[in-house]
């Protein structure tokens, strides 16, 4: 491990070297001057003359191609346009708009999206481990660069494919597919855009970079979910008018109109009649009834493979399929106790999934918790729980719910191999078949 410490800087600047140097040269510019420089070693020997002269011409023609890429840069711009939302693990694409500026037509140019780059530490390297890591050699697993490269793709959160750019008319445009897959959830930073133009023989590139600051919204990864439609509590249907930030407003049957009262919202003011009356006046609206279900998530959870789970876990069952009469309010603890309503509003359930998308783990305790789900007992018709691992604590905060009247479906993500159940009820879902366990539950 001391051994590892001390090597972790050089695979920071080996990686950013190797970078630059596939956005110099060509596969076949590589290859050309690999061949150099055996020709340049084999040429050291005087008697070998032909040796030294294919060296001699080989970096003539690098040399030239290299001196040509000043005086054919070519004068572009480029605009991206990024979706509003991609999902986790969910390649996708999107399109970069290349427009010429010049007085040619530009060929053979090439784009690369640049996300911010976010270097592991080597804390977060010891604790984490690379999916598959097991499956390589034991040399792979003690130096641990694999490991490195896969913590590097993660904390930037995107890998983007380099992209040919189709040939571009003289004062014209053309659009470019870029095609990317996230890496996690959370958002993504992009800081630029590089456009790489070809030497004549096409064994180097030109480089020129774009400052275009974006970022992206990654939603969490959604799994299919099976038993959506058993999640309902036992409880009636209850008012949608819970309290405050929990309204999700009235339905649209108008029942009849009254006198204007502190606090009623000035869109629900009926001007015709207020102006008849010379006094304001409302609509007023039927009432809607709903199960309301409350997805509790637990963010006490030390292990960030079982933490992200836990989030993708909780996204599925927001996202599955519900019988079209009840609601489902998200809640978990970060720095206080926070509570994304579910309504029938178009973008509810978004808003919820953004929130999941930037959630982070929690050290405060859980108590706060509990106490918020018990002042609002009497408006939840049932409590879906989703823990990553059990314990005591844990264990505790489910029995004080129950105790409660309050029905519960608790969801357990464990680590490979730790299946069992500390009560029969509890749904167990283990790392690495999270997805086939809900669609089979």
Known sequence: MVFRERIFPIWTRMTKVTRRAKRLNSDRGRLMLTGMIICGVVGLDTDLSFAYQLFALIACIFITARISLRFQKPDVSIKRHLPRYATAGEPFKYVINVTNEGDRVERDLEIIDNPRAVQPGFEQFKRSREPGEETRNAYDRWIGFHRFIWLQRLNTGITIARSKVPDVGIRDHSNVIAHATPMRRGIV????????????????????????????????????????????????????????????????????????????????????????????????????????????????????????????????????????????????????????????????????????????????????????????????SSCLLVFGGMNPIKLKFIEDLEHLGVPTNVFVIVMTGDLESIRKDFHMLEIGRIKESLETL
């Open 189 to 380: 930073q992009f800081e630029s855009t590089t456009v790489l133009h070809p030497d004549p023989f096409s064994l180097n590139y030109g480089v020129i970079n774009f400052e275009s600051p974006d970022q992206l919204m990654v939603l969490p990864r959604v799994y299919p979910v099976s038993m959506a439609k058993k999640f309902a509590g036992k409880r009636e249907l209850q008012p949608h008018r819970v309290e405050f930030s929990w309204s999700i407003g009235e339905s649209e049957e108008f029942v009849s109109l009254r006198d204007y009262q502190t606090g009623d919202a000035l869109n629900k003011i009926h001007w015709p009649s207020s102006a008849r009356l010379l006094s304001p006046v409302v609509k007023e609206y039927q009432d809607e009834s709903f199960i309301r279900q409350m997805l509790v998530v637990d963010t006490f959870v030390s292990d960030p493979t079982i933490f992200e789970e836990v989030i993708n876990v909780a996204a599925s069952l927001l996202m599955a399929d519900q019988n079209g009469l009840g609601l489902m309010d998200l809640c978990f603890m970060s720095k206080q106790v926070e509570v994304i309503p579910a309504g029938p509003a178009r973008g509810s359930k978004t808003k919820q999934l953004e929130s999941l998308a930037v959630a982070k783990d929690s050290t405060i305790s859980p108590e706060p918790l509990l106490q918020f789900l018990k002042e609002r007992v009497s408006s939840i």
